[in-house]
């Protein structure tokens, strides 16, 4: 069974840009969350989809962030405009429906607003 | 509200020395426990678990006991090695409704010399 992946890897952008996420659960998975690790800081949850839906949005910083789950799949991470601090490492983890359920992590991407 | 406090690093051994890593914890009701590794180069894996007071979760030599006493959960090992080398994370969940979300610590970096 694949993992979690996330792309990019790395992305280095200028202050203003647009930058968008991308991440793809374990399939089968309904659960997807979303962590940000701002260095220096813990890892901050940012959101919760089950399926399609939002579940918990509280942890998204400002609505420079927009993140969407188009038919319960891959998920987006869109900035836009970036800001200087919003540089970070972004985690994206996947569980299955029910109950406590492990949360399996993807590798993350490093984003560099500069 | 919720927060986890957990020692801080950088944590330098020599191989086959005793590791404990203090982690605490504030919570309203009764959260589950959780402490993730990630080794250099790779994503967050769960290492282990605890879902209820004096539940032990162990994992490849590691152990941690949930104490709702002292509302702590100090991850030990009693001879590490070379390949324990790796940032470790102690994190809870509210156990609120559907609400999966990890909490986090600022991680703890451990360096194991041989």
């Known amino acids: 069974e694949a993992g979690v992946t996330q792309f990019p890897s790395h992305s280095v952008i200028e202050k203003g840009q647009t930058v968008t996420l991308r991440c793809d659960p374990i399939?089968?998975?309904?659960?997807l969350y979303w962590y940000r690790r701002v260095m220096g800081k813990e890892i901050k949850f940012l959101l919760h989809?089950?399926?399609?839906?939002?579940?918990?949005e509280s942890g998204m910083p400002n609505n420079r962030f927009l993140a969407e789950r188009t038919g319960g799949t891959y998920s987006t991470l869109k900035v836009q405009p970036a800001e200087l601090e919003d540089s970070g490492v972004y985690f994206c983890?996947?569980?299955?429906?029910?109950?406590?359920?492990?949360?399996?992590f993807g590798p993350g991407t490093r984003l560099t607003v500069t | 509200g919720n927060s986890v406090t957990q020692m801080e690093g950088p944590v330098t051994l020599s191989e086959e020395a005793f590791l404990t890593i203090n982690c605490t914890y504030t919570?309203?009701?009764?959260?589950?426990l959780f402490w993730y590794v990630q080794y250099p180069g790779e994503g967050l894996q769960l290492l282990l678990k605890?879902?209820?007071a004096d539940d032990k979760g162990s994992n490849k030599g590691f152990e941690a006991t949930y104490r709702k006493e002292t509302t702590s959960f100090h991850l030990e090992k009693g001879s590490v090695q070379v390949s324990d080398s790796a940032v470790y994370f102690c994190?809870?969940?509210?156990?609120?409704?559907?609400?999966?979300?990890?909490?986090w610590g600022l991680g703890t970096s451990l360096a194991v010399n041989p």
């Open positions: 983890a996947s569980s299955r429906a029910g109950g406590l359920r492990e949360q399996y």
């Open positions: 399939s089968g998975h309904d659960n």
């Open positions: 989809f089950v399926k399609e839906s939002k579940q918990d």
């Open positions: 919570a309203t009701g009764y959260p589950s």
């Open positions: 605890a879902t209820k």
């Open positions: 994190a809870l969940s509210p156990n609120a409704g559907n609400n999966r979300k990890l909490i």
